[in-house]
C-alpha cells in the first residue's frame, strides 16, 4: 500500500483518480482548498471503495487554497508532520480565469495556482518523497500548453491578458517544471513526469466567458469521460510500465514529444530560478 497525496481531490479528473487509486488498495490524501467540499470527497471515496473506518488505508484530506503560498506552506507543513512517507505526489489542482486577477501574493492567479503553488509545494515535499527510496511525482498539464508562451518578463499578463494564453502558459509551466525537476532527481528513485488527460467533461470548462459557453455545451457531449481522462493520471501513478520513465510528457497513456517551447531546456532553467524567487525559496 502507497501514500499517495493528490491536489484539486475534490472533483474531476483528480477525485476520479484518486478513487481509482484508492481502488488499488493505495491510502489517499485528498488536497482541495474548501473544507466541507473536501470531507464530502473524502467520506464519498471511503464508501465507494468500501474502506472501513479506521483502517490503514482510509483517506485523509488535508486543505489549502492554492491562490496563497502562504496555505501551500502550512500544506507542506502539515503534510510532513502526518506522513511519515510519500510514495506519489499528484500535482493535479489547477482552472481557469476568465478575467486577469491576482492573488493575495500579487501574481496572476492562472500562473500562481497552476505553476507557482505546485512548484512550491513539491519542493517543500521533496526531501520527504527522495528519503522514501522508489516514488514518483506526477502533474496534470495539458496540449493547451502548445498555445502558451513563456515571456519571463512578463509572467503576470500586464501587457494583454486572454484566458487561453494564461492557461497555455500555466501549463506550458507545467511541462517546463517537470522536466528541470526530473534532471534534478536524476540519481535517485523518483521520477517526474506529466500528462494531457484528454479534453474530459468536468467543471474546469464552466470558467469559460459567457460566450463560449453554447459551443462548450455542444462540445461537451464528445468529450472524454472523467474516468477516462482520470485513467492516464493513475497509470503515471503507478503503472509498471512507467517506473523507470521521468522527465517526460504523456497523452494517452505515450510519451509524446510537447511543443518546441516546452522542450527549451534553456528556457526552463530560468523559469525555475524565476519561480523559485517569485515563491521566496531564494
Ligand atoms: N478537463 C479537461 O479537459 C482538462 C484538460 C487538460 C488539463 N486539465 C487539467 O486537469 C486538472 C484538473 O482539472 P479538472 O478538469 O478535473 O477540473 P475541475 O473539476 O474543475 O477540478 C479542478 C480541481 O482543482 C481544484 N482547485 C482549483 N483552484 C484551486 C485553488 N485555488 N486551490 C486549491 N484547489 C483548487 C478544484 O477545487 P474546488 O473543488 O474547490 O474548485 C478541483 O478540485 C487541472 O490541472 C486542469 O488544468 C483538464
Redesign the pocket.
Known amino acids: 500500500m502507497q501514500t499517495i497525496v493528490i491536489?484539486?481531490?475534490?472533483?474531476?479528473?483528480?477525485?476520479e483518480a484518486a478513487a481509482q487509486l484508492a481502488e488499488q488498495g493505495h491510502r489517499v490524501v485528498l488536497v482541495?482548498?474548501?473544507q466541507s467540499?473536501t470531507h464530502a470527497a473524502a467520506a464519498r471515496l471511503q464508501q465507494r471503495c468500501g474502506i472501513a473506518d479506521g483502517s490503514a488505508q482510509a483517506p485523509t484530506y488535508a486543505l489549502?487554497?492554492?491562490?496563497s503560498l502562504a496555505s501551500v506552506r502550512a500544506l507542506a507543513t502539515e503534510l510532513l508532520e502526518r506522513l511519515p512517507r510519500i510514495d506519489v505526489l499528484v500535482n493535479?489542482?489547477?482552472?481557469v480565469n476568465s478575467q486577469r486577477r491576482l492573488t493575495i501574493d500579487g501574481y496572476e492567479a492562472t500562473f500562481a495556482?497552476?505553476h507557482l503553488?505546485p512548484f512550491l509545494l513539491t519542493a517543500l515535499l521533496r526531501d520527504r518523497i527522495t528519503a522514501g527510496g522508489s516514488a514518483r511525482i506526477v502533474t496534470?498539464?495539458?496540449?493547451?500548453h502548445h498555445k502558451g508562451t513563456m515571456e519571463l518578463d512578463d509572467l503576470g499578463s500586464e501587457n494583454g491578458y486572454s484566458i487561453m494564453a494564461a492557461?497555455g502558459r500555466s501549463?506550458l509551466a507545467n511541462i517546463m517544471f517537470t522536466r528541470s525537476l526530473a534532471r534534478r532527481l536524476e540519481g535517485t528513485e523518483v521520477t517526474a513526469n506529466c500528462l494531457?488527460?484528454?479534453?474530459?467533461?468536468?467543471?474546469?470548462?464552466s470558467g469559460a466567458p459567457w460566450f463560449a459557453r453554447p459551443v462548450l455545451a455542444v462540445a461537451k457531449l464528445r468529450?472524454d469521460s472523467v474516468p477516462k481522462?482520470a485513467g492516464k493520471i493513475t497509470y503515471l501513478a503507478t503503472s509498471p510500465e512507467v517506473a523507470e520513465v521521468s522527465g517526460e510528457y504523456f497523452d494517452d497513456n505515450q510519451v509524446r514529444y510537447p511543443s518546441r517551447s516546452a522542450q527549451d531546456d534553456e528556457l526552463g532553467e530560468r523559469l525555475w530560478n524565476v519561480s523559485e524567487q517569485l515563491v521566496g525559496l531564494r
Open positions: 491536489t484539486g481531490a475534490t472533483s474531476g479528473i483528480g477525485y482541495g482548498r474548501d467540499r489549502a487554497d492554492f491562490s493535479n489542482a489547477g482552472g495556482v497552476n503553488a496534470t498539464a495539458s496540449a493547451a492557461y501549463k494531457h488527460p484528454g479534453t474530459v467533461r468536468t467543471h474546469i470548462w468529450m481522462g
